[in-house]
């Protein structure tokens, strides 16, 4: 899930209880509200975070089932489509360089 501001609320305190009215003020029943500034640096740090492993959530491999199910019927025929259906989702979202 993308971050927000309460997702950035709950980073910078983790046992605090707020609530968002619609103008997006904060309401604390417990817990010290942080500065604008610190709840934005967060956002900004938690985005940074998500967009990172944007290619781990484009990965999306064949289930356990399926894919045990192809092994079975590559060994049974003599084929390779368990591997390439996994080279397929590899090549398709490499993992980025740094």
């Known amino acids: 899930m993308q971050p927000d ?9 983790p046992d605090g209880n707020f609530e968002l009215k619609d103008d ?3 309401v604390s029943y417990r817990g010290a509200i942080p500065s604008d500034e610190k709840i934005q640096a967060e956002m900004t740090r938690l985005q940074a975070e998500y967009d990172a492993l944007q290619y781990q959530r484009d990965r999306v491999y064949p289930s356990i089932g399926e894919q045990l199910d192809l092994q079975y019927w590559d060994k049974v025929n003599g084929t390779s489509k368990w591997q390439e259906s996994i080279s397929k989702v590899k090549s398709d979202h490499p993992k980025p360089t740094e």
């Open 24 to 26: 997006e003020t904060v």
């Open 5 to 13: 501001k309460m997702s950035a609320l709950s980073s910078l305190v």
